[in-house]
């Protein structure tokens, strides 16, 4: 089944869910704000200076509020990531960093409305 888009160039059904995937991911800011920060660090990066950078822009930075984001990144937003191949997530030694799905992604966070 193809499926026509703005351009009326042809695209599949797949690669319009692979699209409907990218996005999906990309709908939370914590996940945007991960992928962007990550893109900018060349080596594995602790959790804990994703949660400082998210809190930066949050513009919250109390230990309490903190340690939220800790929790909805650990066991929500850094898992989801990882099993889309988008980062590589170590949570025994609390790293993460950008994998192979991740450059086509980004490509869409400017697509993606921003907080």
Do not use: C
């Not at 990550?38 to 809190?55: C, G, H, K, R």
């Not at 309490?64 to 929500?76: G, N, P, R």
Request: net charge negative; proline share 3%.
């Amino acid at each position: 089944m193809k499926i026509n888009n703005d351009n009326n160039s042809p695209r599949s059904f797949d690669d319009e869910q692979a699209l409907s995937a990218v996005f999906r991911l990309l709908s939370h800011h914590r996940r945007r704000v991960t992928v962007q920060y990550l893109a900018t660090q060349n080596d594995p990066t602790s959790v804990t200076d994703v949660v400082d950078q998210i809190a930066l822009l949050e513009d919250e930075q109390t230990d309490t509020y903190k340690f939220q984001i800790w929790m909805s990144l650990v066991h929500i937003h850094l898992p989801l990531l990882a099993e889309a191949a988008v980062i590589k997530f170590d949570p025994d030694r609390e790293t993460v960093e950008l994998d192979a799905q991740a450059k086509s992604m980004r490509s869409h966070l400017g697509l993606v409305a921003a907080d």
